[in-house]
């Protein structure tokens, strides 16, 4: 090199010129990169979009791309969708199961954290074995031996009574906390197709199949196990010393929970909450088990669709929109607080 | 003092303080019950039925017992085709492959026996060396002999590869995404969109898109001339389908899990071997991947536990076909309970739901944790 | 009220960590446990407080026995180290909180909000968050939602220690006044001497999970119990020097001090404040020492001397000065100076 503060061509596309900057190639690269990504992600809902506004020949005779370019849009789809096809009620279904079991799951699954983070348990390892023994007893002797299943349940629950005040006490071996959230997280590995079964034939007893109440329940226990994963964190990181001193001042556990714990993890809380709900309003396995047309939910109206004559591109386009639409505006607006459950969720794992 | 006794009195206070001695089993109670109903008691209701064939009977259903007949069926007999495949004779090629794997395994659990040995390590990875050379197996003799796969080897594919794509496109895009670029946040917003769109909304876009015929890019497929190609009756194309709407779907996990990861690196490490003169690719060998890597692997376990669910994308995009092509465990579990099958049924589930325990479960011990053995 | 602790233990597993802890505080009384970190002080408290259970042992309040009565039934107050707002909450809200949580009408709460943040001047602040405040005055809302429910005993967990030095010591003087207008009975944690001799009537010296002493301020600097006791108090602490006791004389090869009414002994300990000595000529000394450091702080002089393989503290006035290695003499206030047992490392006491 002639001179030293002279950069060759190389040198000026290859190396940066200050140790802040990029480049000027990897630079390009990365744009280039990124934008193709980008294209990748927004073509798919571009098109869809497009495709709700198109008619039947617009999509038959041709890929045509731009609306009042190369098609003229309209609105006879969303027209047909909304006020012809019963689709707003399968929506309403959707909002509600999903609100409703979203709530309860983040109640239930924050108290449960909160106790197992605060509060020492334990459990003795022979109680529980003894209580699946009973469980498995009980299933066998209602399947196979035709007992009524009130007597065979009542029977177990007795001897197990009669198992802890007795026996039981000999054994030493018990699970702490850990064990407990341990067991109540894993049954997320547990894949749902396993036990949607013995549900359904559940809710055909209680003559609760394809209502908001079947979906309702089985999606708060769907998602149980996050909110459990993701609040423990949370409520670990208050200090113990505000809730020791609620507790001093007069307020019980469940106060402390309301008052103090509760607020103080609001921001974990609201990502906890939208999480699980994007989770429940996308369900389909169980809802296509669980639903038929009273309590149907969008998932499956939408993949419903598959008539005969082959889908229907132009009203399958409107049901996509409307029913990911809502999704998409909470992912764009509240993106950081969704992405800081995730986050807690995968770091710490 | 006069306020100390107003805090209860009398019988109240009785049962407020029972309430609060025992609030903790309380608060817990309700958690427990609901996961006891939904399951466990079904995982024991499904263990029976797994295990029972079920009839329809005058006035509802009969259920017999019949022992391991399902899982039999499934694995061995009648329905092995549909499970694991339709195997052809191993030729010598495929003997040499199988052979080096269960060397692989005995080499491992060998070293495993002379190193640190313990009877309970040394069950869990006799089951996952057995576990890993039948999958090898399965797949050499029905992809690798030109068989057909059955739906675990089909369910494995997508978990597989479609995880290490995943993994690979979306640290990719992470890495890039951390450099001091422009609009960062934009690409933030954007590349998360997808994490959240409904699965079965993503099938029926994608069959949109990949209409050779009518969809966005008809006219590439015919300027090339496979314009009266389906890519939804040839099984590897269909499979990738699957595959590429997987990926387009959760990619953005493992981008916004990476891209705090990188972005929570200590900087002075970074500018520490900046200064010892490395440069971006060392710096990302030695210095980012071993401080993001405990992370990587804890995302990628999450990925396989719900990767072994996958339901929607093949139901919706191919309906398992063609043949039973892009069929998932899941599928072909409720497709066995759409005919009345429920034993079987359930028996293809709690085979998946060990397979899927075992990879786990490996994953974890294996990888999960040793990449984890330097932080504090 | 009067709270008393009767033979309490306790144990966290394997470790005890709280052994036989016998303690009685009288009506309006203020009682510091004083000790260094981890000698059970503060897990005391926390089982007066009912934060902790009782492995065993008796502890009442009054005329009742609160062993085994929830935290919010002892009608106890408590600071805490960390103070424990409420961050969500305002000034006014976490005055109010305990009693908001026993009804008291509205009217009436503001009332006494306004009353208690009066005590710790603090009227002004009422609508803002503890995020606002600078670390005295969130203190001092500390300070006020204890107060504000009149309970029958305070309880304080280093309170102050997490305050910078001018600080601790104007909130040491405000908490001495308060407590002495309020009238309210107080078990005070500290692990700081300073604040245990200005602020306690009674002082209680803890370690290793056992009581070493329980004295006034001053018995316990004048009198120490024993050696762990002396060696605690006092910056810089009371000087230790092993020898024998022979003729009402206590002996070393350095020179020795007449100690009337001891009897004979081949080992003990001798104890003296530094500021209970002072430098002199070798000839006139009771022992014979060599100068190793010479330090002025500003309002006096620190001496380290060495006695053979120990060394001692002589506190000087701020004009003195040694050079080092220097021979000199050190004369001690025999009146003033202790004798110790050093297998036990307890007092010894003059027979007579």
């Known amino acids: ?349 | 003092m006069a306020v100390s006794d107003n805090i209860a009195s009398g019988s109240t206070r009785n049962f407020e303080e029972l309430v609060d001695r025992h609030s903790g089993r309380i608060m817990v109670l309700p958690a427990v019950l609901v996961l006891l109903a939904f399951a466990i008691f079904p995982l024991i209701i499904s263990a029976y039925l797994a295990l029972s064939r079920f009839a329809l009977a005058p006035g509802g259903f009969k259920l017999t017992f019949i022992g391991l007949y399902n899982f039999k069926r499934l694995l061995f007999g009648a329905q092995q085709y549909h499970l694991l495949g339709t195997f052809k004779p191993l030729g010598a090629i495929h003997w040499i492959l199988l052979l080096a794997a269960v060397a692989l395994c005995v080499y491992w659990l060998w070293r495993f026996s002379r190193d640190r040995f313990s009877p309970f390590g040394f069950v869990g990875r006799l089951i996952s060396a057995t576990f890993a050379v039948a999958v090898w197996y399965f797949v050499l003799a029905s992809i690798g002999t030109g068989g057909v796969p059955g739906t675990l080897v089909t369910t494995l594919i997508y978990v597989a590869i479609g995880v290490a794509i995943q993994f690979g496109v979306g640290l990719g895009l992470a890495l890039l995404c951390s450099q001091p670029i422009r609009a960062r946040n934009w690409f933030r917003v954007i590349f998360f969109i997808p994490l959240i769109v409904t699965p079965v909304g993503i099938a029926y876009v994608f069959r949109m898109l990949a209409d050779m015929q009518k969809g966005p890019f008809a006219p590439v497929t015919r300027a090339l001339g496979l314009g009266e190609w389906a890519w939804s009756t040839e099984p590897w194309s269909a499979r990738f389908m699957v595959i590429a709407g997987d990926t387009w779907q959760w990619t953005p996990f493992i981008f916004i899990v990476m891209l705090a990861a990188v972005e929570n690196q200590p900087r002075d490490q970074v500018e520490a071997a900046r200064i010892d003169g490395a440069g971006g690719w060392q710096i990302f060998r030695d210095i980012t991947w071993p401080a993001i890597a405990p992370i990587g692997a804890t995302v990628i376990l999450i990925r396989l536990i719900e990767a072994f669910k996958i339901i929607d994308l093949p139901n919706v995009l191919t309906a398992g076909g063609p043949g039973l092509s892009t069929e998932s465990m899941t599928l072909h579990s409720f497709l066995a309970w759409r005919t009345q099958d429920l034993g079987g049924s359930a028996a293809v589930g709690y085979i998946l739901l060990f397979a899927s325990t075992i990879t786990c479960v490996s994953f974890f011990n294996y990888v999960v944790t040793r990449a984890r053995r330097h932080q504090a | 009220m009067q709270v008393t602790l009767r033979d309490i233990y306790k144990s966290f597993g394997e470790v005890e960590v709280v052994k036989g802890l016998n303690l009685e505080v009288a009506d309006g009384e203020f009682v510091v446990l004083l000790g260094p970190s981890g000698c059970g002080k503060t897990t005391a408290l926390r089982m007066v407080a009912g934060l902790e259970s009782v492995t065993a042992g008796r502890i009442s309040i009054g005329e009742r026995d609160v062993t085994n009565v929830l935290p919010k039934y002892r009608d106890v107050a408590m600071v805490f180290q960390s103070y424990a707002l409420y961050p969500h909450m305002t000034v006014a809200e976490n005055i109010g909180y305990p009693l908001k949580l026993r009804d008291v009408p509205k009217m009436e709460r503001d009332g006494r909000i306004r009353e208690a943040a009066g005590k710790v001047h603090l009227e002004d602040y009422l609508d803002r968050y503890p995020r606002q405040l600078s670390g005295g005055q969130r203190q001092r809302v500390a300070l006020a939602r204890a107060i504000v429910r009149r309970p029958s005993l305070f309880l304080m967990d280093e309170p102050l220690s997490n305050l910078d030095a001018k600080l601790r010591g104007y909130m040491r003087s405000e908490l001495k006044r308060l407590q002495a207008d309020l009238g309210v009975t107080t078990i005070y944690v500290t692990h700081d001497q300073i604040e245990a001799m200005t602020l306690a009537h009674r002082v209680a010296v803890m370690n290793k999970g056992v009581v070493q002493q329980i004295a006034p301020p001053r018995e316990i600097y004048d009198n120490p119990a024993n050696l762990f006791v002396a060696g605690f108090i006092g910056s810089p602490p009371m000087n230790t020097v092993p020898g024998a006791i022979a003729d009402g004389q206590f002996r070393v090869p350095q020179g020795g001090l007449a100690l009337p009414g001891h009897a004979p002994r081949s080992e003990a300990i001798l104890g003296f404040r530094p500021e209970d000595a002072t430098i002199v000529d070798p000839g006139q000394a009771d022992l014979r020492a060599t100068v190793f450091s010479c330090e002025l702080t500003g309002n006096e002089t620190i001496v380290t001397c060495s006695l053979g393989e120990t060394q001692a503290i002589v506190q000087m006035d701020k004009d003195f000065d040694v050079a080092a290695d220097a021979q000199v003499g050190i004369r001690i206030n025999a009146r003033k100076a202790c004798l110790f047992d050093p297998a036990s490392g307890n007092r010894i006491r003059p027979d007579a």
């Open chain 1, 1 to 349: 090199m002639s001179a030293p503060n002279a950069k060759t061509l190389m040198q000026r596309l290859f190396e940066p010129k200050s140790v802040e900057a990029q480049a000027l190639v990897p630079k390009i690269a990365t744009y280039a990169v990124l934008l193709f990504w980008t294209l990748v992600v927004l073509f798919p809902l571009y098109w869809v979009l497009v495709t709700s506004f198109k008619s039947e020949s617009d999509v038959f005779s041709g890929p045509f791309y731009l609306p009042f370019v190369d098609f003229q849009p309209n609105l006879d789809a969303w027209r047909f969708m909304l006020l012809e096809n019963n689709t707003l009620w399968p929506y309403f279904n959707s909002v509600i199961v999903a609100a409703c079991s979203t709530v309860l799951s983040v109640l239930i699954g924050s108290l449960a954290a909160y106790a197992l983070v605060r509060i020492q348990f334990h459990v003795k390892l022979a109680a529980i074995g003894c209580f699946l023994l009973l469980l498995a007893a009980v299933v066998v002797a209602v399947a196979a031996g035709g007992i009524p299943w009130p007597i065979a349940s009542i029977v177990a629950i007795v001897l197990f009574v009669i198992f802890l005040g007795t026996l039981g006490r000999r054994f030493r071996l018990a699970v702490g906390n850990n064990d407990i959230e341990f067991w109540m997280i894993s049954n997320r590995i547990m894949p749902p197709i396993v036990a949607v079964l013995p549900i359904y034939v559940m809710f055909q007893h209680l003559r609760l199949l394809d209502t908001q109440v079947a979906l309702i329940a089985t999606y708060t226990a769907v998602n149980l196990p996050i909110v459990v994963w993701l609040t423990r964190d949370f409520f670990a990181g208050i200090p113990l010393d505000l809730e020791e001193s609620a507790e001093i001042d007069g307020a019980s556990k469940f106060r402390v929970f309301f008052t103090i714990a509760l607020p103080l993890v609001r921001s974990g809380l609201v990502a906890t909450l939208l999480l699980v709900l994007i989770l429940a309003w996308n369900e389909y396995l169980l809802a296509l088990f669980l639903s038929n047309a009273n309590a149907q939910t969008m998932p499956v109206l939408v993949s419903a669709q598959n008539t005969t004559r082959g889908p229907q591109w132009w009203y399958m386009s409107v049901l996509i929109v409307i029913m990911i639409a809502p999704v998409i505006v909470i992912a764009t607006f509240l993106q950081k607080h969704i992405a800081r459950g995730l986050l807690i969720g995968a770091v710490k794992g």
